[in-house]
């Protein structure tokens, strides 16, 4: 499945309830990665954040790596997705040593479709949306936009997804 480059924009935050769009996107591999995909396997945390390199982002980013363990061992896949090429991502995910998939959104179809799109900055928004599948297709379970400073907090994630 080519990458998604158009979704239906969306002017905030999809909500708990809310259908959640599908979309398939690069990682830092180049390797395609699809939300229903994943799905499949049990919760997806989408970690939407502005700019790779940057210190907030380093920072969200790190802490996520360190916890995958945490992640897995509660069935919830966990990626992050900026509007950066694949070849950032993956020069970002080599020098910190991050383990998880970052996505490129390079055509800004998801942080639009997801209302996280910061269109002065024409980068995503820093924001976490839980999708899980259920018999009507993929919905969000929990969502959070938050300000471009204000990092996710894991343990309010996890709790949010019945797990912590």
């Known amino acids: 499945m080519p990458p998604t480059t158009s979704l239906p924009s969306r002017d905030s935050v999809l909500k708990p309830g809310d259908a959640a769009p599908d979309f398939t996107l690069m990682d830092q591999d180049r390797n395609e990665w699809t939300l229903s995909e994943a799905a499949e396997n049990g919760p997806v945390v989408l970690c939407f954040y502005p700019l790779a390199f940057t210190s907030v982002c380093s920072t969200e980013m790190e802490c996520i790596t360190k916890e995958m363990s945490k992640w897995a061992d509660q069935g919830m896949t966990i990626v992050g997705i900026s509007c950066d090429s694949f070849a950032t991502q993956k020069a970002w995910a080599d020098q910190m ?24 900055l024409n980068v995503s928004q820093r924001g976490t949306v839980i999708v899980v599948k259920d018999g009507d297709g993929l919905k969000v379970q929990w969502s959070q936009a938050r300000e471009p400073g204000s990092a996710m907090d894991f343990e309010e994630v996890l709790a949010s997804a019945g797990v912590g």
């Open 97 to 120: 040593g991050f383990k998880h998939p970052l996505l490129a959104d390079m055509h800004r179809a998801v942080c639009k479709g997801y209302g996280l799109y910061w269109g002065d």
